[in-house]
Nanobody, 118 residues
């Protein structure tokens, strides 16, 4: 059974850092484009970053460029999001998504809460 489990969220002060992980199981991880999304209270879910199935290309939302880094380890079936210089407006639930590289079918994790506050 396909499963995506996010971890690493928590409370951090402005300017701090967190690293999120998304552990995948039940499918061939290297066949999937992986993405991070986030959803703040009262707002729509938005793309944070994505990475191709091989990890050769990445894409970031403009507000995250230079602060966030997406990566993956296909040997460990895990994707990461390194978040630096965090701001209060980064507060949201962060979700990972797996998209099959050929079919385009999506699978979502359950999310992890990130709160940036002093």
């Amino acid at each position: 059974q396909l499963q995506l489990v996010e971890s690493g969220g928590g409370l951090v002060q402005p300017g701090g850092s967190l690293r999120l992980s998304c552990a995948a199981s039940g499918f061939t991880f290297s066949n999937y484009v992986m993405s991070w999304y986030r959803q703040a209270p009262g707002k729509e879910r938005e793309l944070v970053a994505s990475i191709t199935n091989t990890g050769s290309r990445t894409n970031y939302a403009d507000s995250m460029k230079g602060r966030f880094t997406i990566s993956r380890d296909n040997a460990k079936n895990t994707m990461y999001l390194q978040m630096n210089s965090l701001k209060p407006e980064d507060t949201a639930v962060y979700y990972c998504k797996a998209t099959h590289a050929l079919s385009g079918r999506d699978y979502w994790g359950q999310g992890t809460q990130v709160t940036v506050s002093s």
